[in-house]
């Protein structure tokens, strides 16, 4: 009886074995589409999204967000915690365990040195890391065991999974960029254009800002993924073309981020050959209203500068009767459909930060001129409001984009109906979002009454998010236009509630200090004028399955569970 | 009457009853044969004069949102679909956010128009001028032809960017927001396209001046100016009026592109380059979107070409005989 | 003419030199930032990091002496290299690109065949319809057959090819389905079934930009046979008993070929340039696609490397065409 179970179960395993081996790279070839093409697959040398999400499906971090914003082990056995003793209780340190038996794509093994190394090379001071944001406050990576590795930060860090957590800080390997330190970073263009790692496929061959041919890595950590034996990454062209190759013609498998019309999508979703996907993160595309005076009678050192209040926009009723002539339904049915929702919000996700403000979802412009009228600002003859001789009239800019550009003109018409007279301006989008200090056009500048654009927080935690809008973090002439709080906004109890949250850990107190806060930026000051929480559209093709869109990490994170459906 | 008289009147000499004609009346009644010269003429003067009077005539305003109107089709949709949501209101329908199409048309005509023939009559004064003073003085011809190259290796791209930066704030300052960008596009665009113009009129300078009627005028004395202008200029006229004709497209089209890239006029400003540059997405729609402001520029395109075409023809004296 | 020539060929390094100080210029004027495609969350002192690790905080003239000895000296010594195998190159430092960090010339190598096949076969392919367009135009001028040409042409040349690529997209790719829409970089012709694939991926963009160079050609052609068929020697060479098609094909169209040959010449610089819109369009990963990546992301190094290399073409071609003007018209004398 013994020995027949035994045989039984030999028997059964070696009929498993090439089972679960036949699994992986069964489903042939695999095609991915991005509109932007990556230019590096080094995420610690380039912050651009492109290059983020491509290096994911080589390189990995020791944890990942999953499309709750919860968070999952990758590399790392579980993800370290005060309660399970990886996080130690001052909160000064954090100690990563590596799974076991991992290996790189070269058959080596994956050892905590490889962690330590990954901290050198982005904390150089010499090589221009784009992640070091993320390796803020780290005193020392140490090196316990083989698989164990401890990171010390020079202060309590409530939020102590910054470095090795999300696709911006994945691990490289040690032996691969021990000459890429520091200045020589950018001279190691085969490292950097074929790094090896330890996810689901190996680069094969690169051509920069055009296409990336991949295989299955044959030493991933699961005998039975991925599915896919290759994958062709190609880049380049407009959002319409990539969704017009996955949702009409099917020549591709996956295209990423469809920022297109509502109905340009619909239409091509009748292509029938793929499905639209959509998710939210934190993204919240916003109107910022300018507290200083952008005249350009004003010499250079005084426009846009805490020097010189706004003529209008520093009443408060000015800023919330633009707010409440906004339709914010309509602006997400004309611009985002399904991939966009309404919000009152700086900070809509994840839902525990999120704040119960819902007053400027309905319209409503007669309230708008009654207040307005009330605050004395009297209609003139042409229909624009002035007072003391200050007319309403705005210069309102944001980047060249079909959709923002609907925006501008829907807001234009709301505002004329509250007397505010409106010149839209829109730049092109290298200009605006650079941070050239020559250029009157970039959005740190902000040379103009209202600007509009989106932004978001990395990973989960707002706290870097909202301590932007500190006094004095401002862009002006002495910090080369460099800083955050563009709408330059000062006070000081705000100033007092950033500092409360660097120091607090308990979770329910700081989702409480987060909500707090949105709201004296939107509700209560209206500087932040939030529009829209966009969300992310994604296509993929009726023969691919395993895709769960994910927003607060790279959306290739699971791209080692991808098959084909037949 | 008399035998006599009859044949003395038979051996006169018919005396020129109408008085000797111009130069330019020759022209004229030259260019009244060619049929499309005619028609291109008067299709332009008529769409000239249409996106001029135009707003007087159909009134709507071309900004104002009709959200609940949108996307309204032609009228002329509904005769071969019963179901197509068009009104009167909207003979051209309207766009995504109920703008009507036909003001649209109107206004974004006027800009076009402007920007496309001031942009091309710039470029072709600096090329044609380059272009004879390189062809027909041998020692300004390697620095101007060096000047052409540098220019047509200049990335427009970049040029627009400082054009911008350095000269919006004064041409807002004073001349509004409209007419300043406008000044800022027709300049950057004329200066960056005459040097095909330059090039190729100082080729046909080479060869001509060499001609034995160009060595004829020089050897009894003629000034340089005058051969240029009555011996030269008259016979490079066909490249340039081909250069025209592209050049106004050119024009047109690259005044599209820059809006497209964010360095040309306000948003709320349209023109035909960009109704037909943003309607592009949706053409499988509503292709009536991109065929109305195409259509508008190929037929104004055309209608100069033809114009053209006749012009050479009644300017050249060799035709004009026959 | 060879002595002409032979100046032409000295002067044009100087003049090259200061095309090269004023691109450079003029990029360093131009407003924008390399980190302008970093995202929002990147806080500015990581930019500024980022910036320096570029070696954007060196003066401007260090900056432009560099750049000139990367291409002019140690660029050469990497081509001598991989042609001979030698190693005089070895350890120095090439022109890196802001955006991929790599050497852009291997990014041009990488590049420049998909362009010359699809932007220099559209060239080809326009100028051989346009030829005999422009002939028979003039020499039938307003017959149903050049008022149709005419009008196509200009149709053709009237509609920009953001509007043409996605409206043949639409129609051969989604519609019909006998096109790619995607043109596949990673293709290779081994044989003639990848052969036919590779035609197939590229009909389209070649249709696009071949209207374009057609509409044009076809314009300064005809408009050049029209200017010489009414010319004395015409009625001479008929009137001594020349047949018609020598008359047309060998004396007037010899004559005629001069704003055409310039047209052309001006054009070639033009495909190495690529065809921007239309590479963009459908996605051939050519030069074209390479400078407006470089452009959007303020790649300084890529951009003033592409427009310098486009510029010495420019250069080359019209000092060509000189040459061929003097070839195709004896009376033209430089000297």
Redesign the interface.
Known sequence: MKIQSLLLGAVAATALAPAAFAERGSDGHVNIIYWQAPSILNPFLSGGTKDIESASLVIEPLGRYDPNGALVPFLAEEIPTVANGGVSEDLTSITWKLKSGLKWSDGSAVTSADVKFTAEYCMHPEGGCAQLAKFDGVESVEVVDDLTVKVMFNEPKPNPYGPFMGGQSPIIQAAQFADCLGAKAPECTDANFAPIGTGPFVVDEFKPNDVISMSANPNYRDPAKPAFATLTFKGGGDA?AAGRAVLETGEFDYAWNLQ??P??LA?MAEGGKGTPIAAFGSLVERLEMNMTDPS?DLDADTRSTVKAPHPFLSDINVRKALSMAIDRN?LVE?GYGQAGRPTCNLVPGPAVYASDNTDCLTQDIAGANKMLDDAGWAMGSDGVRAKDGVRLSILYQT??N?VR??F???I??WWSEIGVET???????S??FGGDP????TYQKFYADVEMYANNFDGTDPQAYLSMYRCGNEPKPESQWQGENINRFCDPAYDKLIDELGRTSDLETRYKLAKQMNEMLTKESYTIIPLVDRGRVSAHSNTLGGVVLNTWDSELWNASDWHRVK | MTEQDQKIEALQDAVPTDPPHSQWKDVWDQFRKHK?ALMGGSFLLLITLAVLIGEYVWTIDP???D?RNK?VRPIYTAIWNGDAKVQWAHPLGTD??G?DALANLIVGGRTSMAVGWVAMILALSIGTTIGVLAGYFRRLD?PL??F???V????I???L??A??LF??QLR?TFG?ETGMFILIVGVVGVTSW??TA??VR??I??LK??EFIVAARSIGTTPGAIIRRHLLP?VI??I??SA??GL?IA??TE??LS????GF???FPTW?KM???A??????FPER?MLP?LA??L???SV??LGDGL?DAL?P??RGR | MLTFTIRRLI?AVP?LL??SL??FL??E????DPMAQVPLTVPPEVKEKMREALGLGEPLHVRYWKWVVQFFWIEPQVMFDNMFGTTFAEGKQRILSWQTRSPVMDMVAQRLPQTLWVVGMSYIVGILIALPIGIYSAYRQ?SVFD?SG??IT??G????P??TG??LI?VFA?QLGWFPSVYDTTHVVNDWDSFVVQLRQMIMPVMVLALQTTA?IS??MR??M??NL??DYVRTARAKGLPENIVVLVHVLRNSM??V???IA?GI?GIFGGAI?TEVVFKVNGIGDQ?LNA?FANDLPS?QTL??M??VL??VF?LI?DVL?GVL?P???YD
């Open positions: 319409t297109l019309a109905d340009v239409k350009p309509l004309v980047s060249t079909a550009q609907d501008q003109a829907l234009k018409q010149e839209l301006r829109n730049l092109n989008a200009v605006f020559g250029s009157p056009d | 499309g900004q104002k949102l959200i996307d995504n956010l703008r390697g032809m060096r052409t190259d540098l047509l290796s200049l990335p791209l970049p040029l960017l400082v911008v930066t919006r704030e300052a927001p040097m095909q090039r190729i080729s046909e080479l060869a060499e001609r016979n066909s490249p009026m081909v004709t592209l497209a047109i089209i599209s592109a497209f890239l964010g360095v306000p948003p709320d380059g037909l540059a943003d592009v997405p949706r053409m499988d729609q991109v195409g520029i190929s104004t395109v055309l070409n033809y050479r050249d060799r035709i | 002067l003049t200061f095309i004023v691109i003029l990029l004027l131009a407003p924008g307003y008022q005419t009008f200009m149709i040349f009237s509609i920009p953001f509007f996605p409206l639409m989604v044009q314009r300064f408009a050049s029209l200017d009414n010319q001069i704003p040959v310039t047209a001006l610089p819109i400078l452009l951009v427009t310098f486009i510029a420019i250069v019209n065409a003007y018209d009376r033209i004398r």
